[in-house]
């Protein structure tokens, strides 16, 4: 082989290592790219999905600490203070520099009654004595934040109220819990969602499949957000739980609004919920 045939071989050699060199630059950055590209659209899709106000979002703006009695006519009822309206707030609120903040505001349901004293009692079970023991034994979990709000209706003659509680301790994630009541006011009694549904001419069927397909939904939008390095709650679409029959944390909120409530953060570390409201629209759109 003489010398310039040589240098042609060694000069094609030399170009196609260059060439494969530069092709595979090219595919790492294509790849580096493609993936950027992808978690910036999630990025996006979960910004947009956040940006859009959700059902949980409404929910959570009732809480303003007020009671809308829709001028129901109280003289019928046994209060246990004649001189205060049907729902009334008792509040703490203090704060201890480096300890903790307390902004607390419990509905007490002025009824003489064995179902409305329950619900009282169960109130400063679950809320008043977590302020109470903040108090006297502050966490070691850091600086705590705790606050409760709360919301009442009257529609027709069921009374509705629900509490909502955060608490964040030092770098602890945020948890919220929520707690209703569905009081027949004509009966003293409380009342199952079965009865809400059958008095609105709802079908529980029809209910179930919108609980279903809304929680799918949710499961979908976690997928998202996990995937942009986010814990998310897992939700499991077979817990009996997500069956109406087994629904027992609801309001009837404003122009008779249902809102179903499944608050994680009852049971878990968690501060995310899934509110699916139910309107007299149910049976026709579902």
Do not use: W
Request: glycine share 4%.
């Amino acid at each position: 082989m003489n010398k310039t045939v040589r240098y042609i071989l060694y000069f094609v050699i030399l170009a196609i290592c260059i060439m494969a060199v530069f092709i595979g630059v090219y595919n790492m950055e294509l790849a580096k790219a493609e993936k950027e590209s992808e978690i910036l659209n999630n990025q996006t899709e979960v910004s947009i999905i956040n940006e859009t106000e959700t059902t949980a979002d409404k929910f959570k703006d009732l809480f303003s600490n007020d009671f809308f009695s829709s001028n129901y006519n109280e003289s019928k009822i046994s209060k246990l203070y004649t001189d205060r309206p049907l729902v009334f707030a008792e509040s703490q609120n203090t704060e201890k520099d480096g300890q903790y903040k307390i902004d607390a505001y419990l509905p007490i349901i002025n009824i003489n009654s064995e179902t409305a004293i329950k619900y009282n009692n169960d109130t400063i079970a679950n809320f008043g004595e977590r302020a109470k023991t903040l108090m006297n034994s502050p966490t070691t979990k850091g600086y705590t934040i705790y606050d409760t709000s709360f919301t009442g209706y009257i529609n027709n003659n069921i009374l509705s109220v629900a509490i909502m509680g955060s608490i964040k301790e030092g770098n602890n994630a945020q948890r919220v819990l929520i707690k209703s009541y569905n009081y027949n006011l004509d009966t003293g009694k409380e009342v199952p969602i079965s009865e809400v549904l059958s008095q609105k001419g709802i079908d529980p069927t029809l209910v179930n499949n919108k609980i279903k397909t809304e929680i799918k939904e949710a499961i979908e939008h976690a997928e998202i957000v996990s995937q942009t390095g986010y814990e998310v709650y897992k939700r499991n679409t077979d817990d009996e739980m997500y069956d109406v029959k087994n629904v027992n944390n609801y309001i009837i909120g404003p122009e008779g609004i249902i809102y179903i409530v499944y608050a994680y953060g009852n049971t878990n570390n968690t501060s995310e919920m899934d509110v699916i409201e139910v309107g007299y629209e149910a049976n026709q759109n579902n």
